[in-house]
C-alpha cells in the first residue's frame, strides 16, 4: 500500500497534478466512513448528517 502511495504521488507530481491530491484524500476518508458506519451505532448519527 505504502508503495502505491508513493508511486500516485511521483506520478501526480511529474504530470504536476498536485492539485488532485486533495481532490483523492477526500474520496479516501468518505471511503473509509462509509466502510466503518456499515452495521455500526455510529451509522445512526451520519445519516442525520445528510
Given at each position: 500500500?505504502?508503495?502505491?502511495?508513493?508511486?500516485?504521488f511521483?506520478?501526480?507530481?511529474?504530470?504536476?497534478?498536485?492539485?488532485?491530491?486533495?481532490?483523492?484524500?477526500?474520496?479516501?476518508?468518505?471511503?473509509?466512513?462509509?466502510?466503518m458506519?456499515?452495521?455500526?451505532?455510529?451509522?445512526t448519527?451520519?445519516?442525520?448528517?445528510?
Amino acid at each position: 500500500m505504502l508503495e502505491f502511495l508513493t508511486d500516485l504521488f511521483a506520478f501526480l507530481k511529474m504530470r504536476k497534478k498536485l492539485w488532485l491530491l486533495p481532490i483523492i484524500i477526500v474520496l479516501a476518508l468518505l471511503g473509509a466512513l462509509v466502510v466503518m458506519t456499515q452495521q455500526s451505532a455510529l451509522a445512526t448519527f451520519i445519516y442525520t448528517l445528510f
